[in-house]
């Protein structure tokens, strides 16, 4: 069974561009987690899918971030535009409906310049 | 809301020694508590987890945690430690079932020969 799966595993950009990151969960798993590491600190919750519906975005910095779940399978994270503090390890992690396991992606290391 | 905390950001040990890795969490609710592991390159795994009954949890490579109410702490052991299990050890709390993860600020396990 394939694992969670993150795309692109590194992206460098300047400030002001736009990324988006991909995020494939777990073939099956109706939730989709959404997190953030900043260097030197925790990893911070972002956003909840599930299915496609977004159940807790309560993490969500700012409305530069928009997250979408197309046909409740993959998920992309979009930060337009980009600032020198969205830089950081965005982690994606799914798990089953009613499950209590979160198995987490290897994860996008971001570097806004 | 909950919070997680890790106290020691670094615990270097020579292999073969016991080590304790210090979790204490705050919430006004019952918690389900969780043990992930990250291993260099690598994305998180969970390690192990706490969601009701027995007190004392363990993982199949020989780490245990134990759930303490009273001194709200879920710290892991582990009796003797091998050169292989050098990561850096994330604690994390959540309030629901597939709910989001409240994480600490992890610590680095260097195990040295």
Redesign the interface.
Known sequence: EA??TQFPSHSVIEKGQTVTLRCDPISGHD?L?W?RRVMG?????LL?FVKESKQ?E??MPNNRFLAERTGGTYSTLKVQPAELEDSGVY?C?S?Q???????????TRLTVL | AQS?TQLDSQVPVFEEAPVELRCNYSSSVSV?LFW?VQYPN?????LL?Y?SGSTLVESINGFEAEFNKSQTSFHLRKPSVHISDTAEY?CAVSAL??????????TELSVKP
């Open positions: 694992g969670v939730n987690y997190y600190k925790e990893i911070k919750f909840h807790d309560s993490g982690f992690a798990s409906m009613r499950g209590n396991e979160q198995f987490f992606g290897p994860g | 997680v389900y992930y690598q994305g998180l795994q969970l987890k969601l994330l079932i597939g709910g989001k993860l409240i994480f600490g600020q992890g």
